[in-house]
């Protein structure tokens, strides 16, 4: 069975500093991955996904993800923070040929001034 | 485009009431899912429709929640009765035939007393 983890529960990060949130995925097969935001009150919203090819992703907002098949990992960065990214961040997985996605617990991210 | 519409935005009940959600997804997609969302957890599924039927409920707790997409559009998820530990964000979300970006509502916020 497919899981997610998110060893972070909350990240403080100053304004114009860079970001890493991490993303552990367990699955037998390669999987679809996924990062999606989530603002207070809000739905979820996809940053970027990976399927297959080029390992590091480019998504919305100045996000990137880096696919590391050997450390089954799937951690989202950002070069510079802006306080508009203060938000929850959810890694989620998808079984190959299905839609329904797994989520982590997810990441807090502050941002300070 | 519209996005995923769903209504009630909040909701408070007391135990053992009974309370239902309306999902209405975006135009001309055939996959509908609902997801909890309990406080500090990630999303989970539910239930996840193709056009008017059930592909997975695995995690459904069919002994008080149901739910059904009679005409292929609209969806409607009910709780009765309903329990303190149901309290939680309920999304819907929708995805197009061809592809796995899933398109998520704003979310129902239930608080069971």
């Known amino acids: 069975a497919q899981s997610v983890t998110q060893p972070d529960i909350h990240i403080t990060v100053s304004e114009g500093a860079s970001l890493e949130l991490r993303c552990n995925y367990s699955y037998g097969a390669t999987p679809y991955l996924f990062w999606y935001v989530q603002s207070p009150g809000q739905g979820l919203q996809l940053l970027l996904k990976y399927f297959s090819g080029d390992t590091l992703v480019q998504g919305i907002k100045g996000f990137e993800a880096e696919f590391k098949r050997s450390q089954s990992s799937f951690n989202l960065r950002k070069p510079s923070v802006h306080w508009s990214d203060a938000a929850e961040y959810f890694c989620a997985v998808a079984q190959t040929g299905a839609n329904n996605l797994f989520f982590g617990t997810g990441t807090r991210l502050t941002v300070i001034p | 485009e519209a996005g995923v519409a769903q209504s009630p935005r909040y909701k408070i009940i007391e135990k053992r009431q009974s309370v239902a959600f309306w999902c209405n997804p975006i135009?001309?997609?055939?996959?509908l899912y609902w997801y909890q969302q309990i406080l500090g957890q990630g999303p989970k599924l539910l239930i996840q429709f193709q056009n008017n039927g059930v592909v997975d409920d695995s995690q459904l707790p069919k002994d008080r929640f149901s739910a059904e997409r009679l005409k292929g559009v609209d969806s409607t998820l009910k709780i009765q009765p309903a329990k303190l530990e149901d309290s939680a964000v309920y999304l819907c979300?929708?995805?197009?035939?061809?592809?796995?970006?899933?398109?998520f509502g704003s979310g129902t916020q239930l608080s069971v007393l």
């Open positions: 135009s001309g997609h055939a996959t």
């Open positions: 979300a929708s995805s197009p035939p061809q592809g796995r970006k899933l398109f």
